[in-house]
């Protein structure tokens, strides 16, 4: 058996290892990003009632119209633009990747940053070439931009914010490289609904630019609904490669729902922005860690030199998962990631976190 995995399976697959996901059972869970809010009785009970609508003997609409044009009018989006669903962030990463794929071809991406981008180049047998951000985390501008003059990217991404550090790069600077780039530049705007920066708006300005973003982070991690936007003569070819019916019709109902109460979610978005900062302002004033700002819904703190696992696995005991980056990327060495949940799974997370940098 293992003779002939290794005789079919692709070498740059067997190199790699799977995306890992811990398990949160009986835990507090502040590793993922998630919105730890949940709907109001009332909203669930109308979801509900919503339901009953949907067709589970029939298939989905391939193109979720109805979904779509909700989505374009809470966006924004130009008429000039067109945009495209996947079952999460990820297979929209994997169908442009997919569209552009070759042996020959290279994939752009500071570091560090969202691991997909780089797991999905090797998926499809590109080369994928990194950057490393400045020691604040911010874009290294110059050796961005002779890396893209050297290697000519046929995609550069841009997790804004970045994911895992929460910073958003100068604006200025995400131009600069749409501008220089011989290929497709996907700002991927994951966390917009925690920073309120966008640029959907720049899409008719720049015919290389794609956005990405996704409702995971507003409270619908379980639909997995990830957005691509950008000009038509884009969106057309990348629609040739989407499976047909991507989006079940479970996802279309309840996104199409979901909108309707923006209200919520939008409150929800805000409630976790302002614990965002009390949580800043606390762990700032602790001398024993670095704290990186944030303009997403987590915070990337550093502990002390080789404190992050024992740390990581003590918060563990006391009920608390967060996320151990320490290993994952030389310049996160020492480094934990917090959610942000509610204010009590916040406090708790404090008190257990000044426990465990005493022991």
């Known amino acids: 058996m293992k003779d002939k995995v290794k005789k079919l399976i692709r070498p740059e697959i067997q190199a790699l290892s799977a995306y890992h996901v811990a398990d949160a059972s009986g835990l507090i869970k502040l590793d993922a990003m998630e919105n730890p809010y949940g709907w109001p009785d009332d909203m669930v009970n109308d979801w509900l009632t919503r339901l009953k609508s949907a067709e589970l003997n029939r298939y989905p609409d391939p193109e979720a119209r109805a979904l779509v044009k909700k989505l374009r009018s809470n966006i924004g989006l130009s008429n000039n633009m067109e945009l495209m669903l996947g079952n999460g962030s990820d297979e929209l990463i994997q169908i442009i990747l997919m569209s552009v794929a070759g042996s020959d071809r290279v994939v752009l991406a500071p570091s560090p940053t969202f691991v997909m981008y780089d797991m999905i180049a090797r998926f499809t047998g590109m080369q994928y070439v990194s950057v490393p951000l400045k020691e604040d985390f911010s874009l290294d501008l110059d050796t961005m931009l002779s890396a893209i003059k050297q290697h000519q990217p046929a995609v550069i991404f841009l997790a804004w914010p970045n994911n895992p550090t929460g910073n958003l790069f100068n604006k200025s600077d995400v131009e600069a490289i749409i501008k220089a780039s011989p290929g497709l530049v996907v700002v991927d705007e994951a966390y917009h609904a925690f920073c309120g920066e966008s640029f959907v708006s720049e899409l008719e300005r720049y015919d290389n630019l794609l956005v990405m973003r996704t409702l995971s982070k507003t409270g619908l991690a379980g639909l997995r609904l990830g957005i691509l936007m950008g000009a038509p003569e884009w969106i057309t070819e990348f629609n040739k490669v989407r499976l047909p019916y991507n989006i ?112």
């Open 248 to 359: 079940n019709v479970l996802s279309q109902v309840s996104a199409e729902f979901a909108l309707e109460y923006t209200d919520t979610l939008e409150s929800q978005a805000l409630a976790i922005r302002e614990e965002r900062e009390v949580m800043l302002q606390q762990l700032s004033a602790n001398s024993e860690i670095s704290v990186f700002p944030s303009k997403a819904n987590f915070i990337l703190f550093k502990t002390p030199a080789g404190k992050a696992d024992s740390i990581h696995q003590l918060l563990k005991e006391t009920g608390v998962l967060i996320k151990n980056m320490n290993g994952s990327n030389p310049a996160l060495k020492d480094c934990l990631r917090v959610t942000v949940g509610k204010p009590e799974e916040n406090k708790i997370f404090m008190d257990a976190l000044q426990k465990a940098l005493q022991q």
